[in-house]
Structures are given as structure tokens and as C-alpha cells.
């Protein structure tokens, strides 16, 4: 049985993998969920490499992701971003919000306040799918909302569609 070690997984083999893998990392000083997710039970190094690069620059890719959030919401076409915030803005509670944003900044609006809450929570990986790469979920607080901003990738980071999920 052919074995290759991964960042964070260890040791996997190559020709007997589990459908699943989950662990949780902190990147970034936050701590996150990443999974390995594998349509059939065998794989190439190749293809592991790929992972492999992507786990070791998971910080790369979270910065490149915040910079496609940012480009979103300040596009006029964009809609992702911006209607997750003012959802937010409009469906939560101002009490609960205020723990996130200061509404009596009058510099700085909430919505561009609330912007700078998205953070990673979630980054899944699926290295033999023909649809997507990496899946990277966004959220202002898991304890306040199940709304996602998904931005799904190629292995090289290049932006495939965002869309807000829950």
C-alpha cells in the first residue's frame, strides 16, 4: 500500500481512502475546519500533491480569498458580499450586531464594519472532482448566523463563482 503524508492528516494511503477526513487547525489565529473529501477509495501522488501545496499555503489562499470578498463587494455587479451583509444587517438583531460592528462609528458604515468580520471557517478539499478544488467557507460568526459567503477554487487559488449558502 502506497502511503503519502500530509500536512495536518499524516499519513494516508493511497490505493484505501476513507470517503471523509476532517481536523480542525488554527490559520491565521483562528481556528478552522479543514476537510478531505475523495470521490473514489484511490488517488495519484500527483493529485496529493496538489493538496499538499494547498495545505501548506492555506494562508496564501485565505488572503487571496478575502481579496476576491473585498472586489465583490466593492463591484457593482457583485452581489454575493454585499446582500450577505445587508441580510445581516437587516435579519439580526441590532443588539446581537453591535457585538460585531460599533453603530455609532459615523466613519465607518456597518455594512463595511460587518465586511471586515468575514472569516474563514471552513476549507473543503476535493482533489479528484471535475467541479471544484477547494470550497472555503466565510461566515461573520457561526453563533450568529449559518449564512456562508463559498467561494470554491481551483488548486491554483484562481477564483471559480462565490455564492452565499447555508
Not at 494516508?12 to 473529501?37: A, F, V
Not at 487571496?64 to 465583490?72: G, H
Not at 460599533?102 to 474563514?120: A, H, M, R, S, V
Not at 449559518?146 to 462565490?162: A, F, H, S
Amino acid at each position: 500500500m502506497p502511503e503519502y503524508i500530509l500536512p495536518h492528516f499524516g499519513t494516508l494511503s493511497t490505493d484505501n481512502l476513507e470517503e471523509y477526513y476532517n481536523i480542525n487547525i488554527e490559520c491565521n489565529g483562528k481556528e478552522i475546519q479543514i476537510d478531505l473529501n475523495f470521490e473514489d477509495n484511490n488517488i495519484t501522488t500527483t493529485q496529493l500533491d496538489k493538496v499538499k501545496s494547498y495545505l501548506e499555503n492555506l494562508e496564501k489562499f485565505d488572503k487571496l480569498n478575502k481579496a476576491y470578498i473585498v472586489e465583490d463587494y466593492h463591484d457593482e455587479d457583485g452581489d454575493t458580499v454585499r446582500f450577505y451583509l445587508e441580510h445581516h444587517l437587516e435579519e439580526v438583531e441590532k443588539e446581537e450586531l453591535s457585538t460585531l460592528i460599533n453603530f455609532e462609528d459615523k466613519n465607518t458604515q456597518p455594512d463595511q464594519q460587518l465586511l471586515t468580520k468575514l472569516e474563514l471557517v471552513r476549507v473543503g478539499i476535493y482533489p479528484d472532482s471535475e467541479d471544484h478544488f477547494a470550497i472555503s467557507d466565510y461566515s461573520i460568526g457561526k453563533d450568529v448566523t449559518d449564512y456562508l459567503v463559498v467561494i470554491n477554487t481551483d488548486e491554483n487559488g484562481q477564483l471559480d463563482y462565490m455564492a452565499m449558502e447555508s
